[in-house]
Protein backbone atom coordinates (compact mmCIF):
# COMPACT_ATOMS: atom_id res chain seq x y z
CA UNK A 1 0.00 0.00 0.00
CA UNK A 2 1.30 3.48 -0.67
CA UNK A 3 0.94 6.64 1.68
CA UNK A 4 -1.03 9.74 0.76
CA UNK A 5 -1.22 13.17 2.34
CA UNK A 6 -4.75 13.47 2.44
CA UNK A 7 -4.96 10.00 4.33
CA UNK A 8 -1.65 10.08 6.99
CA UNK A 9 -1.37 11.27 9.89
CA UNK A 10 2.23 11.58 11.33
CA UNK A 11 2.54 11.14 14.71
CA UNK A 12 6.38 12.23 16.37
CA UNK A 13 7.01 10.43 19.79
CA UNK A 14 8.98 11.05 22.40
CA UNK A 15 12.05 12.88 20.91
CA UNK A 16 12.91 14.55 24.15
CA UNK A 17 16.27 16.48 25.65
CA UNK A 18 17.07 14.02 28.04
CA UNK A 19 16.17 11.21 26.11
CA UNK A 20 17.72 11.52 22.82
CA UNK A 21 21.40 11.49 23.62
CA UNK A 22 21.15 8.19 25.00
CA UNK A 23 20.23 7.22 21.60
CA UNK A 24 22.44 5.55 19.14
CA UNK A 25 22.64 7.72 15.90
CA UNK A 26 20.61 10.34 17.32
CA UNK A 27 21.49 13.13 15.34
CA UNK A 28 20.06 11.08 12.26
CA UNK A 29 16.94 10.43 14.40
CA UNK A 30 16.39 13.74 15.05
CA UNK A 31 17.35 15.15 11.39
CA UNK A 32 14.77 12.54 9.98
CA UNK A 33 11.87 13.65 12.06
CA UNK A 34 12.46 17.11 11.78
CA UNK A 35 12.52 16.42 7.55
CA UNK A 36 9.16 14.48 8.11
CA UNK A 37 7.29 17.24 10.36
CA UNK A 38 8.36 19.74 8.00
CA UNK A 39 7.09 17.97 4.71
CA UNK A 40 3.76 17.46 6.98
CA UNK A 41 3.49 21.15 7.52
CA UNK A 42 4.51 21.86 3.93
CA UNK A 43 1.78 19.42 2.58
CA UNK A 44 -0.93 19.71 5.00
CA UNK A 45 -0.94 16.23 6.64
CA UNK A 46 -2.25 16.53 10.57
CA UNK A 47 0.92 15.68 12.77
CA UNK A 48 0.81 14.72 16.57
CA UNK A 49 3.83 15.26 18.95
CA UNK A 50 4.04 13.02 22.29
CA UNK A 51 6.27 13.36 25.50
CA UNK A 52 6.54 10.20 27.64
CA UNK A 53 6.76 12.11 31.08
CA UNK A 54 7.97 14.98 30.12
CA UNK A 55 9.09 16.04 33.91
CA UNK A 56 11.26 12.92 33.91
CA UNK A 57 12.33 13.11 30.37
CA UNK A 58 12.02 17.13 29.45
CA UNK A 59 10.60 18.62 26.75
CA UNK A 60 10.82 17.82 23.33
CA UNK A 61 14.29 18.73 21.72
CA UNK A 62 13.97 22.61 20.04
CA UNK A 63 13.84 22.54 16.24
CA UNK A 64 10.79 19.46 16.66
CA UNK A 65 9.04 21.62 19.39
CA UNK A 66 9.22 24.92 16.89
CA UNK A 67 7.80 22.82 14.16
CA UNK A 68 4.94 21.21 15.42
CA UNK A 69 2.14 21.18 17.42
CA UNK A 70 2.12 21.26 20.75
CA UNK A 71 3.36 17.99 22.54
CA UNK A 72 0.78 15.43 24.21
CA UNK A 73 2.27 14.68 27.65
CA UNK A 74 1.56 11.15 28.76
CA UNK A 75 2.69 8.20 30.73
CA UNK A 76 1.49 5.14 29.25
CA UNK A 77 4.47 3.92 26.73
CA UNK A 78 1.26 3.67 23.87
CA UNK A 79 0.30 6.77 22.76
CA UNK A 80 -2.87 5.11 21.79
CA UNK A 81 -3.36 4.61 26.26
CA UNK A 82 -3.18 8.35 26.33
CA UNK A 83 -6.62 9.74 27.09
CA UNK A 84 -6.55 12.64 24.26
CA UNK A 85 -4.56 10.77 21.63
CA UNK A 86 -7.46 9.70 20.00
CA UNK A 87 -8.84 12.96 19.78
CA UNK A 88 -5.98 14.04 17.52
CA UNK A 89 -7.03 11.04 14.88
CA UNK A 90 -9.24 11.85 12.46
CA UNK A 91 -12.18 9.25 12.74
CA UNK A 92 -12.03 7.24 9.76
CA UNK A 93 -9.15 4.38 9.35
CA UNK A 94 -6.05 6.32 8.24
CA UNK A 95 -2.14 5.79 7.69
CA UNK A 96 -0.21 6.43 10.63
CA UNK A 97 3.51 7.28 9.83
CA UNK A 98 5.55 7.08 13.05
CA UNK A 99 8.81 8.06 13.78
CA UNK A 100 10.57 8.76 17.01
CA UNK A 101 11.55 7.35 20.62
CA UNK A 102 12.25 4.67 21.73
CA UNK A 103 11.73 1.71 18.72
CA UNK A 104 11.09 -1.25 21.35
CA UNK A 105 9.26 0.70 23.49
CA UNK A 106 6.98 3.70 22.35
CA UNK A 107 6.93 3.21 18.78
CA UNK A 108 6.62 -0.21 18.93
CA UNK A 109 3.18 -0.39 21.61
CA UNK A 110 1.79 2.77 19.99
CA UNK A 111 2.20 0.97 16.13
CA UNK A 112 1.02 -2.44 17.15
CA UNK A 113 -2.03 -0.59 19.26
CA UNK A 114 -3.07 1.46 16.26
CA UNK A 115 -2.82 -1.45 14.08
CA UNK A 116 -5.19 -3.49 16.34
CA UNK A 117 -7.59 -0.66 15.96
CA UNK A 118 -7.81 -1.13 12.07
CA UNK A 119 -5.39 1.90 10.76
CA UNK A 120 -2.19 0.96 7.90
CA UNK A 121 0.86 2.07 10.08
CA UNK A 122 4.01 2.79 9.07
CA UNK A 123 7.60 2.84 10.71
CA UNK A 124 9.92 5.26 9.28
CA UNK A 125 13.53 2.78 9.86
CA UNK A 126 16.00 6.04 9.87
CA UNK A 127 13.63 7.91 11.67
CA UNK A 128 13.28 5.49 15.14
CA UNK A 129 16.33 4.49 17.67
CA UNK A 130 16.71 2.48 20.85
CA UNK A 131 19.65 3.13 23.43
CA UNK A 132 20.84 -0.86 22.35
CA UNK A 133 21.03 -1.89 18.85
CA UNK A 134 19.83 -5.35 19.65
CA UNK A 135 16.65 -3.88 21.16
CA UNK A 136 16.26 -1.56 17.97
CA UNK A 137 16.67 -4.55 15.65
CA UNK A 138 14.35 -7.08 17.45
CA UNK A 139 11.52 -4.25 17.64
CA UNK A 140 11.49 -3.74 13.56
CA UNK A 141 11.49 -7.74 13.18
CA UNK A 142 8.32 -7.59 15.24
CA UNK A 143 6.78 -4.99 13.79
CA UNK A 144 7.39 -5.85 10.16
CA UNK A 145 6.02 -9.78 11.51
CA UNK A 146 2.62 -7.91 13.20
CA UNK A 147 1.72 -6.53 9.55
CA UNK A 148 3.36 -3.04 10.03
CA UNK A 149 4.89 -1.41 7.29
CA UNK A 150 8.62 -0.39 7.61
CA UNK A 151 9.66 2.78 5.48
CA UNK A 152 11.87 5.31 4.97
CA UNK A 153 12.14 9.25 5.44
CA UNK A 154 12.37 9.97 1.74
CA UNK A 155 10.09 7.59 0.76
CA UNK A 156 7.47 8.88 2.86
CA UNK A 157 8.13 11.98 1.31
CA UNK A 158 8.03 11.29 -2.14
CA UNK A 159 4.25 9.14 -1.53
CA UNK A 160 3.49 12.35 -0.03
CA UNK A 161 3.79 14.10 -3.13
CA UNK A 162 2.89 11.67 -5.31
CA UNK A 163 4.19 13.27 -8.25
CA UNK A 164 6.83 15.74 -9.06
CA UNK A 165 4.04 18.20 -10.65
CA UNK A 166 2.61 18.25 -6.50
CA UNK A 167 2.51 22.09 -6.99
CA UNK A 168 4.69 22.11 -3.12
CA UNK A 169 7.39 19.40 -4.68
CA UNK A 170 10.53 21.27 -4.76
CA UNK A 171 10.10 22.33 -1.37
CA UNK A 172 9.45 18.83 -0.22
CA UNK A 173 12.47 17.60 -2.86
CA UNK A 174 14.75 20.62 -1.01
CA UNK A 175 14.12 18.27 2.10
CA UNK A 176 15.92 15.66 0.85
CA UNK A 177 18.71 17.45 -1.11
CA UNK A 178 19.97 19.39 2.48
CA UNK A 179 20.03 16.61 4.64
Not at 95 to 112: D, M, R, S
Amino acid sequence: MKLRADRSVLCVIDVQERLVPAMADADRVVARCLRLATAATILGVPAILTEQYPKGLGPTVPSLAATLPSPLAKMSFSCCGAASFSGYLPGAPFACVLCGLETHVCVTQTAIDLREEGHDVFVVVDAVASRHAIDHDVALRRLEAAGIILTTSESVLFEWCGTAEHPRFQEVRRLVIDS
